[in-house]
């Protein structure tokens, strides 16, 4: 026993400690040698485990993989050995099968090791597909795991069936158990020569757009590799998911190796193959000639058309002999026209196209197509707040100017009355080809009601209508639909002075008026309110004369004089130098105050009256001369006789009157 707690002992082998451990029916048979087992047994295992731990790695996954292959076979032994006690175990044998495993499974870890190492495309098979990987048989003790994402195509779906062969690279072996495995590696390695043929080369490759990534698209060119945004078309491209799914010719424009990035361009083919169509066209492109275009792109002033590697403007003018609100409404993109070269810059190559200039100009013979009064049908184009443009045929359009519309002065916007793409008929009013213009009408096709309103509304006719509208200068009062009369500011009232027609009615009243006048082809209508009453001028002038006196109420003053209230609407102008009395002394003039004036002037015509104060005191004067004469011819006056009282009165003065007053006052 003392020898086995030497160091230099020679340790246990596991076979027989495993045996010991591993075989119940030989642990059966010698459980009394068991029970008697010592430390030092015990401690002969411990330098074995030892040596285990301090071996590399990857030699301790192979030790540790023969530990389980040798506790397999120890079983499988010690289990026939239970089943048979009659038979002999040749341990020579059994350590010879378990030394092949061993080299088996090193050779094993070996060929993983050197497959990792050197990225070797391997041919698998594969066994099934889970929702994570796609599970292949590569050959060695555990199965390969290829990453789903890696062989999905472009709707989602895996490229591979369970049995289908398939090429990869061992990366490394899971802790879990198996080997990942790379499609994408063995996929590079098998094309990269090509790529870097093509790409010193700068021959065109195929490929397939995956999908769109950040800057770009992901296609499959035999390898996944990026496009970026700038390098997928000559203009740049708004939207790029329209290429997913679709096949295109890219070159290979970077490689790298190491970290296995591809880099393609679609622009530089595009590009060359435009230079190389530009080309021949510059050597035949010459204005007036014809040629057929493809439509690139179109904005709102015109279309872009490629005539072969260059590119022309067909401005929205040149595409139409009428009118266009955008290029779409005749071309879009993609289509196929001819086309006329208008003007060529051959240092700028820049190309002016047309395409009306392909049909002659229906503008040439407008006049004799379209004479004036013809009634002509058309479809309304567009309307705006002054009236309708109507298309009379392609390249032909007229205008209805929104007075032409309705016979009402009312009018109406245009667009209660007509709408884009009705189809309306017309008169043809003129035709001016110089200006490519024609005026059109539509009232025309109806009865003017003004031609009939003179015999339907004479004049002094009293007619009722509602006051439609106010203005400065009179109230309109419409009569019937569409028809409307002007009250003048003058003619509401024979007697006030009218500022502004709604101090004497409001919008929405009825009112009656009388006809002064009709003028159809003015379409003008002018009513009267005031006629409806007598003309107080009228009965003033009958009343009165000149020389009348009549009592009258200051109203306003100026510096010429002050207008009088004679009569009830009735106005006389009292000059200043009519405003004095009998002594000649000016009268005040104040407002609102009462005299008497004697009517001096009359006009009948223009409606003015003259008035005086100095005339009522001479008048007052003479009568009171004449009262003196007469109370002198009486008895009661002096005892004189007829020859004195004759004298005297032929001799009265003045003075002699003036004294007479004053003693009748005392």
């Known amino acids: 026993m003392v020898d086995d707690h030497n160091p230099e002992h020679t340790e246990s082998k596991p076979l027989t400690t495993e045996l010991e451990i ?22 002969e295992s411990a330098p074995e485990t030892a040596v285990h731990d301090a071996a590399p790695s990857n030699e301790a996954s192979a030790h540790e993989s023969a530990e389980s292959g040798r506790v397999a076979i120890v079983t499988a032994a010690a289990g026939e050995e239970s089943a048979d006690d009659d038979l002999n175990y040749d341990a020579a044998d059994f350590a010879a099968a378990l030394a092949s495993f061993d080299r088996e499974q090193a050779a094993d870890a070996a060929a993983a090791q050197n497959l990792t190492a050197e990225e070797v495309i391997v041919t698998g098979t594969v066994l099934k597909i889970t929702d994570k990987h796609v599970v292949v048989d590569i050959g060695l003790k555990s199965e390969g795991l290829i990453p789903l994402a890696q062989v999905l195509d472009i709707h989602g779906e895996p490229k591979f069936q369970v049995g289908d062969t398939v090429e990869v690279v061992v990366e490394r072996e899971e802790a879990e158990g198996g080997y990942l495995v790379s499609y994408e590696k063995a996929l590079r390695h098998k094309v990269w020569d090509k790529l870097e043929q093509a790409a010193n080369e700068k021959t065109p490759v195929k490929g397939m757009v995956l999908s769109r990534v950040k800057g770009g698209l992901t296609v499959d060119i035999g390898i996944k590799a990026f496009l970026p945004g700038s390098q997928v078309e000559v203009r740049p491209v708004r939207n790029l998911d329209g290429y997913i799914g679709t096949e295109i010719e890219v070159r290979v424009i970077k490689l790298n190796k190491k970290r296995g990035n591809v880099v393609i361009s679609r622009k530089e083919l595009l590009e060359e193959d435009q230079n190389a169509k530009k080309s021949v066209t510059l050597a035949t492109l010459e204005e007036g000639s014809v040629l057929t275009g493809t439509v690139k792109n179109l904005t709102d002033y015109g279309a872009f058309v490629d005539m072969g590697g260059l590119d022309g ?38 190309v002016s196209l047309g395409f009306k200039q392909l049909t002659p100009d229906p503008w040439l013979d407008a006049i004799e197509r379209y004479p004036i009064g013809a009634q002509v049908r058309g479809r309304v184009l567009s309307v705006t707040d002054y009236g309708a443009f109507v298309e009379l045929e392609q390249g032909i359009e007229g205008l209805v ?47 003017n009601p003004w031609e009939q309103l003179e015999d339907k509304y004479p004049t002094g006719a009293i007619i009722e209508g509602r006051v439609r509208n106010l203005t400065d200068f009179g109230a309109f009062i419409e009569i019937e639909d569409g028809i409307d009369g002007l009250v003048h500011v003058s ?155 004759s004298s005297s009165s032929s001799s009265t003065t003045l003075g002699d009157l003036i004294n007479w007053k004053r003693s009748e006052r005392e």
């Open 491 to 645: 003619n509401l009232s024979w007697t006030k002075r009218i500022k502004h027609p709604s101090e004497v009615l409001k919008k929405g009243e009825k009112v009656k008026a009388i006809v002064l006048g009709v003028e159809p082809e003015n379409r003008r209508l002018s009513l009267g309110v005031k006629q409806l009453q007598p003309d107080v001028w009228d009965t003033f002038f009958a009343q009165h004369r000149i020389g009348d006196v009549i009592k009258g109420k200051i109203l306003r003053t100026a510096q010429f004089g002050a207008f009088v209230e004679i009569a009830e609407g009735v106005e006389g102008l009292c000059h200043v130098s009519e405003a004095v009395d009998a002594n000649h002394q000016p009268v005040a003039m104040d407002v609102d105050s009462e005299h008497e004036f004697k009517i001096v002037k009359m006009n009948q015509e223009e409606k003015k009256v003259g008035l005086s104060i100095r005339a009522v005191g001479e008048e007052a004067s003479r009568a009171e001369v004449e009262s003196y004469k007469e109370r002198e011819k009486s008895p009661k006056g002096n005892n004189s006789g007829s020859s004195s009282s």
């Open 313 to 350: 403007l067909l401005h929205i003018t040149d595409m139409s002999w009428g009118r266009l609100t955008h290029p779409r409404d005749l071309v879009n993109v993609g289509d196929e026209i001819q086309v006329k070269v208008l003007k060529f810059d051959k240092d700028k190559q820049r």
């Open 22 to 43: 591993l075989a119940p029916e030989a642990t059966a048979d010698h459980a009394d040698l068991s029970s008697e087992s010592t430390p030092t047994q015990q401690h």
């Open 401 to 447: 100017h929104v007075s032409e519309m309705t016979w009402s002065k009312r009018m109406k916007h245009p667009s209660k009355m007509v709408k884009p793409g009705d189809e309306v008929d017309t008169i043809i009013l003129s035709v001016n080809p110089n200006d490519r213009r024609i005026s059109l009408g539509m009232k025309q096709l109806q009865d």
